[in-house]
């Protein structure tokens, strides 16, 4: 069964201090992964595409990396208005989205 | 600005009664979806629209109706078949090939009484 599974559910962070978060899935025909950033009570907010393993992609204190059984989002030096839940979503053979259940960044300052 | 309005942010029913929400996105996207989210559980596809009328079921599609009349529009009916209709629903917009960059309006929340 395809599956996309996401750790930890919750991360709290001092601003300042790195960390990662991970995505690691079992799809039968990977086609892309996604990361998107939702905000409380809002629509979740496209971040990186990463298509083959070995790709990385940066978005300013984001960097995402991929492997064949894995993607991490590294945050370097978070700042508090990173604070929100990241959610890891795998584009498969059939041609459809499976979301993970996110991991909910929280940065204290 | 193009994007994706959806109405009503907040709604209420009582059970029984059918709702439906609107979704209607001016970014000139042919593929447009609806999920669920539910705490502690991911995204689940409701149904999705790659062309106007036509339509497919997704994981979870029991208890709801779609239509596609529109390129614009893709309302969502929840029915009085819904078990557990209580969750936020999100209606998403992309361009064609890129089905996984998804863009997304800000959500309705559905609350049954």
């Known amino acids: 069964e395809d599956q996309v599974t996401q750790s930890p559910e919750a991360l709290r962070l001092q601003e300042g201090e790195s960390s990662s978060l991970n995505c690691s899935y079992t799809?039968?025909?990977?086609?892309?992964l996604f990361w998107y950033r939702q905000d409380p009570g809002k629509g979740p907010e496209f971040l990186f595409t990463?298509?083959?393993a070995g790709e990385e992609k940066e978005k300013e204190r984001l960097k995402a990396t991929l492997t064949k059984k894995e993607s991490f989002l590294h945050i370097t030096a978070p700042k508090p208005e990173d604070s929100a839940t990241y959610l890891c979503?795998?584009?498969?053979?059939?041609?459809?989205?499976?979301f993970g259940k996110g991991t909910k960044l929280s940065v204290k300052p | 600005d193009g994007g994706i309005t959806q109405s009503p942010k907040y709604l209420f029913r009582k059970e029984g009664q059918n709702v439906t929400l609107s979704c209607e996105q001016n970014?000139?996207?042919?593929?447009m979806y609806w999920y669920r989210q539910d705490p502690g559980q991911g995204l689940r596809l409701i149904y999705y629209?790659?062309?106007?009328?036509?339509?497919q079921k997704g994981d979870i599609a029991e208890g709801y109706s779609v239509s596609r009349e529109k390129k614009e529009s893709f309302p969502l009916t929840v029915t009085s078949a819904q078990k557990n209709p209580t969750a936020f629903y999100l209606c998403?917009?992309?361009?064609?090939?890129?089905?996984?960059?998804?863009?997304f309006g800000e959500g309705s929340r559905l609350t049954v009484l």
């Open positions: 998403a917009s992309s361009t064609p090939g890129e089905t996984g960059e998804l863009f």
């Open positions: 799809v039968s025909g990977l086609r892309g």
């Open positions: 990463l298509y083959s």
């Open positions: 979503a795998v584009w498969r053979s059939q041609g459809n989205l499976i």
């Open positions: 970014l000139n996207h042919d593929a």
């Open positions: 629209s790659q062309i106007v009328n036509d339509f």
